[in-house]
């Protein structure tokens, strides 16, 4: 079975930063795109972020550009979410999955896997 491991997730100030990592094991996503979602308590799961098989097209919510950055290595089946300016808001669980398509104007994607890892919890402090 496909295995998605986040991690990288921490209790960080207001204005700090953190890398997020999500290795997909099981299977080669390199052909496919990535996303990052995330999930704050007692709300829905949300699209955040996205990249291209290649890496050459990225997408971005609103309230995130300018402050994530998105990135893959497909030679470690590893996808990143650098995470700069960090604001309380941004406090969720963190996941990825692979992405069979994603939509810019109507912000979401559909992923390939019907289940999720574990995720990795952010908490920003004001």
């Known amino acids: 079975q496909v295995q998605l491991v986040e991690s990288g997730g921490g209790l960080v100030q207001a204005g700090g930063s953190l890398r997020l990592s999500c290795a997909a094991s099981?299977?080669?996503?390199?052909?496919?795109?990535l996303g990052w979602f995330r999930q704050a308590p007692g709300k829905e799961r949300d699209f955040v972020a996205a990249?291209?098989?290649?890496?050459?097209?990225?997408y971005y919510i609103d309230s995130v550009k300018g402050r994530f950055t998105i990135s893959r290595d497909n030679a470690k089946n590893t996808v990143y979410l650098q995470m700069n300016s960090l604001k309380p808001e941004d406090t969720a669980v963190y996941y990825c999955?692979?992405?069979?398509?994603?939509?810019?104007?109507?912000?979401?994607?559909?992923?390939?896997?019907?289940?999720w890892g574990q995720g990795t919890q952010v908490t920003v402090s004001s």
């Open positions: 999955n692979a992405l069979r398509s994603w939509s810019a104007s109507r912000r979401t994607a559909e992923t390939i896997l019907d289940y």
């Open positions: 099981g299977c080669t996503f390199n052909s496919y795109g």
């Open positions: 990249i291209s098989g290649t890496g050459s097209v990225t």
